[in-house]
C-alpha cells in the first residue's frame, strides 16, 4: 500500500466513508458535541433559576424566601449548586470535541512548519511545494513571513484563496496593541483605527522612556494607523489570485525588492493551491506560521492554535550557526511551549526536528553536535533530521519520505489516543457533574420531597378540601331509610281526597237533569252519569299528582344531587367555566355534560344517568287510584258498583238519593286509596338513594372512574380552587421548577452519555 492510500484510509476512519461507513471517528465526536452543548444549555437555564431563587432570598420576598424560612438549609443548598467551575468543564470538553470534530473532518493530513524566525522555515515549504520564492517568500534580512499560509497538494495551475479578517477580529487585533502598551482608548468601529494619530503622536514623543518590547509593539501598531488605506478595503472580503504572481503581496511583510508591504496586515488566511513535486505526497496539506521572534502581538497564541486546531504533526525547523552552536534558552522556551499546549505523550507521534544543514551553509559539524545535543536530552519527538531545506531532494529524501511513511503508520494511532484523552477529559466532567447533581437534590431533600413526591397542592387539595365524597353520603344518607315515606306525595294524595267532595254534584243540579225529562233523565241514567263523572274528576286529580308531585320530587331530587357538584361545600364545579349560559340547575348539567366530559366518558354516563332520571311510580299511583274507584265505575261487570232503589221515588227524593249515595262513597275510595298509597311511599326514596349509591360507585368506588374524576378535577384544578391557588400556587409552581430541573438534570446523568466511542 503506498503512502498515499494509507493516508487515504486514515481519512476515510476519520470522516466515516468508505469501509468505515457508519463507524467514522467524526460522527462519534459530532454526537458528544451535541450531548455538551445540551448539557450546557441546562446548565445555563438551571443557574437562571439559582439566580432566582438567590435574588428572593436576599429581598425577603417571593415562593423561594418562603421556601428558605420553613427550610434553615435550603439557602446554603441552593448556593452550593453554583454552576461555573462545572461549566467551565464542560466548556472545556467543547473545545476538545471542536478541536477533534475540525480534526476528524478534515479530507487531509496536515504538518505545521513551526520555529522561530530566519531559520528556513520558508525554504522547506518552498522545497516541498515546489513554489518559489515569489510566492513562499524566504529572506536572510528581518522578518519576513506576514500572514498564516496553507498550502494544498492539487493538482492544476498554481492558485490561491485569501481570506481577510473581519471587521470585529481586526478591532479586536488592534485593541489589543493599545491594551499592551497601555495607550487608553477603546475602538468602537474599524474606521476609527485612522483617528489614532494623536494616540501615535503623543506616546511617541515619549519613546525613549518606554520599554523595548512596548517599542516593538508600537511599531506594529503604528502600521495598523499609517497604512490603514492599504489594507481596509480588503475586510470582511476573501478573493481568488488565479495568478501565482499576485500571492506574495498578500504573505509577506516585504515585496520581492524588500520594500514593505501591509495588505497582510488584514490578512487571516491565504490558502494556497499548488501540485507538489513528491509524487506520494497524498492529501497533505502544509501550513506556514510566522516565525517566532517577529514582533507582532500574539505569535505565539496563534502557532499554537494552528497546532492544536490545524495540525496532525508539525516540523521544528532549526539552523544551527555555523561558528558552533548548541540548544539556545529559546530552544528550550519554543519546545516547552509545544510540550505545555500538546501534551508530552503526543510529541512522540508527530514532532519532527528538522536540522537545516548543507556544505553551503558551513554547519554540519554545528549540525551533528545539535543533533548529539538533542538526544541526550529527555525530549518528547518522533525523530531528528538532518536536511538542506533549500534542496528539495535532500528534503524529499531526508525529511519529507520519513515523515510520511511515520504518519502512515502512526496517525491512526494517535487519533486513537486523542480519543482516549478526551475521554479522559469526558470522566472528569462526569464525575463533576455527578456530584452537582446530588447537591440539586439535596435542595429537594424532606418536606420538599415529600410535598412533590404525595403530588403538591392538588393531591392535598384532592385530598383535603375536596369534600364530594361525604356530601354525597349525606345525600345517600338522607334517602337510606327504608321505613320513610315521602310526605310530598302522601299530603298531595290526602289533599286530592278531602276535596273530592267538592266534586260530587249537589241535590239541585241533579235535580234539573232527572226533570229535564227523557232519557239522561231517567233516575238510574242520571246515576251512573254522576258516578262516572265522579270517578273521572278524581281520576283527574290523581294524574296531577303522577303529572306535577312526581315530577317536582324527581326534579328537586335533581337539584339536589346537581347543587352536591355545584357548592363549594361539595364538588365545586360551579367553578368550572362554561362556554355557554344556563337557565337552571338541570340546564347547567346538561351543558357541563356536552362541554366538558367528552374525554371522560365514565363521568359523562354516570352524571347522564342523573340528568336522565325518571321517577317511574305514574303507573302506580295510577293502579292505587284506579282500585279505589272501582266502586264509582257503572260498569255491569262490577260488583262493587251500588245501584240505590229508585222505585216509587219522586223526583226530589230521588236526586237526595243519588247525592247522599255518592257521598257515602267518597269515604270508601278515601280509605282504600290512602291504604293503597301507603306502599307508594317509600319507593322514591329508595330510588333517589340507589341512584345515589350508583354515583357513588362509579365515581369513588369503581378505580377507573375514581382515577378519571381526578384527572378531570386535576385539569381545572386552579379554576376549581382558585383561592387555594393564589396562595399557594407560587410555591407549588417553585418546587415544580426544580423538580423539573431535578429531574431533566439527572436524566442526563448518565456516564455513557459522557463516553466518546472510540473505533
Known amino acids: 500500500m503506498t503512502i498515499t492510500e494509507k493516508i487515504n484510509q486514515i481519512i476515510d476512519q476519520r470522516i466515516g466513508r468508505n469501509e468505515y461507513e457508519g463507524k467514522g471517528r467524526l460522527s462519534a465526536i459530532r454526537t458528544k458535541k451535541a450531548f455538551f452543548n445540551e448539557l450546557l444549555k441546562l446548565l445555563n437555564d438551571y443557574e437562571g433559576l439559582r439566580g432566582n431563587i438567590l435574588s428572593q432570598i436576599e429581598r425577603s420576598s417571593g415562593e423561594y424566601f418562603m421556601m428558605s424560612t420553613e427550610d434553615p438549609t435550603f439557602k446554603d443548598n441552593v448556593i452550593a449548586t453554583d454552576t461555573s467551575a462545572l461549566k467551565l468543564m464542560v466548556e472545556k470538553c467543547l473545545k476538545e470535541c471542536d478541536r477533534l470534530e475540525k480534526r476528524f473532518n478534515r479530507d487531509s493530513i496536515n504538518i505545521s512548519v513551526v520555529g522561530r524566525a530566519r531559520q528556513g522555515k520558508s525554504r522547506l515549504l518552498q522545497s516541498i511545494s515546489g513554489l518559489s520564492n515569489e510566492v513562499i517568500p524566504a529572506s536572510d534580512g528581518g522578518d519576513c513571513t506576514g500572514a498564516k499560509s496553507v498550502i494544498f497538494n492539487s493538482a492544476g495551475n498554481t492558485h490561491a484563496k485569501v481570506v481577510f479578517y473581519n471587521e470585529i477580529e481586526m478591532v479586536e487585533q488592534v485593541q489589543k496593541y493599545l491594551d499592551a502598551i497601555s495607550i487608553p482608548c477603546l475602538l468602537g468601529s474599524l474606521g476609527n483605527i485612522k483617528n489614532l494619530t494623536s494616540e501615535i503622536n503623543a506616546f511617541e514623543k515619549d519613546l525613549i522612556n518606554k520599554s523595548g518590547g512596548s517599542n516593538s509593539l508600537f511599531l506594529h501598531l503604528k502600521k495598523y494607523v499609517e497604512h490603514y488605506d492599504d489594507y481596509a478595503a480588503y475586510i470582511g472580503q476573501t478573493i481568488d489570485l488565479p495568478d501565482e504572481k499576485d500571492i506574495r503581496k498578500y504573505v509577506a511583510q516585504y515585496d520581492a525588492d524588500m520594500k514593505p508591504t501591509y495588505a497582510f496586515l488584514a490578512v487571516k488566511e491565504v490558502q494556497i493551491f499548488t501540485e507538489f513535486p513528491v509524487k506520494d505526497a497524498g492529501k497533505i496539506v502544509l501550513v506556514d506560521t510566522i516565525g517566532l521572534g517577529d514582533t507582532s502581538l500574539g505569535i505565539r497564541e496563534k502557532m499554537i492554535t494552528t497546532l492544536r486546531e490545524d495540525s496532525d504533526a508539525a516540523i521544528l525547523v532549526r539552523l544551527p550557526n555555523p561558528n558552533g552552536d548548541n540548544i539556545r534558552v529559546e530552544d528550550d522556551e519554543l519546545y516547552d511551549l509545544i510540550r505545555e499546549a500538546m501534551g508530552t505523550e503526543a510529541l512522540s507521534k508527530w514532532l519532527f526536528f528538522a536540522l537545516n544543514v548543507c556544505d553551503e551553509l558551513k554547519n554540519q559539524n554545528s549540525g551533528n553536535a545539535m543533533e548529539i545535543a538533542l538526544n ?24 519529507l519520505m520519513p515523515i510520511l511513511n511515520f504518519l502512515a503508520a502512526n496517525l491512526s494511532q494517535v487519533d486513537g489516543s486523542l480519543m482516549k484523552k478526551a475521554n479522559q477529559l469526558f470522566n472528569e466532567c462526569y464525575n463533576s457533574y455527578y456530584n452537582f447533581c446530588l447537591k440539586v437534590s439535596n435542595i429537594l431533600s424532606g418536606s420538599f420531597k415529600k410535598n412533590l413526591e404525595s403530588g403538591g397542592l392538588f393531591d392535598d387539595l384532592w385530598e383535603d378540601n375536596l369534600l364530594l365524597t361525604r356530601k354525597l353520603n349525606e345525600l345517600k344518607t338522607k334517602y337510606s331509610d327504608r321505613n320513610k315515606k315521602c310526605d310530598l306525595i302522601f299530603n298531595e294524595v290526602r289533599r286530592v281526597i278531602r276535596n273530592i267532595a267538592k266534586h260530587c254534584p249537589k241535590k239541585e243540579v241533579i235535580l234539573d237533569r232527572l226533570t229535564a225529562g227523557g232519557e239522561k233523565g231517567h233516575a238510574h241514567n242520571a246515576y251512573n252519569y254522576y258516578a262516572d263523572n265522579l270517578r273521572a274528576e ?93 266502586c264509582l265505575d257503572s260498569n255491569n261487570q262490577n260488583k262493587r258498583f251500588v245501584v240505590p232503589n229508585f222505585q216509587g221515588l219522586s223526583n226530589d227524593e ?19 286509596m290512602m291504604e293503597g298509597v301507603k306502599d307508594l311511599l317509600s319507593i322514591p326514596y329508595y330510588l333517589f338513594c340507589a341512584r345515589i349509591q350508583k354515583l357513588y360507585d362509579r365515581l369513588i368506588f369503581k378505580r377507573d372512574g375514581n382515577r378519571e374524576l381526578k384527572n378531570f378535577y386535576r385539569k381545572y384544578a386552579p379554576a376549581i380552587w382558585p383561592q387555594e391557588f393564589k396562595n399557594i400556587a407560587n410555591k407549588e409552581v417553585a418546587l415544580g421548577q426544580l423538580n423539573d430541573y431535578h429531574n431533566r438534570l439527572n436524566e442526563l446523568r448518565k456516564r455513557e452519555l459522557f463516553v466518546l466511542t472510540i473505533n
Not at 539 to 559: A, C, G, P, Y
Request: negative net charge.
Open 376 to 399: 541526550q536530552r529527555a525530549l518528547n519527538y518522533a525523530f531528528i533530521k538532518k536536511t538542506n531545506c533549500g534542496d528539495r531532494k535532500s528534503v524529499e529524501d531526508e525529511l
Open 654 to 672: 230521588i236526586a237526595s238519593v243519588i247525592e247522599q249515595t255518592l257521598l257515602s262513597t267518597i269515604p270508601i275510595v278515601a280509605d282504600e
Open 538 to 630: 278524581i281520576r283527574e286529580e290523581f294524574e296531577e299528582i303522577s303529572r306535577s308531585t312526581v315530577t317536582t320530587l324527581q326534579d328537586d331530587f335533581k337539584r339536589e344531587v346537581c347543587e352536591t357538584l355545584r357548592s363549594d361545600e361539595g364538588g365545586r364545579l360551579a367553578k368550572v367555566p362554561m362556554q355557554t349560559d344556563y337557565k337552571d340547575d338541570m340546564d347547567w348539567l346538561a351543558h357541563f355534560i356536552e362541554e366538558k366530559l367528552k374525554n371522560y366518558p365514565i363521568l359523562e354516563n354516570a352524571l347522564n344517568d342523573i340528568l336522565n332520571f325518571r321517577l317511574n311510580i305514574e303507573g302506580s299511583i295510577e293502579y292505587k287510584a284506579d282500585m279505589a274507584l272501582t
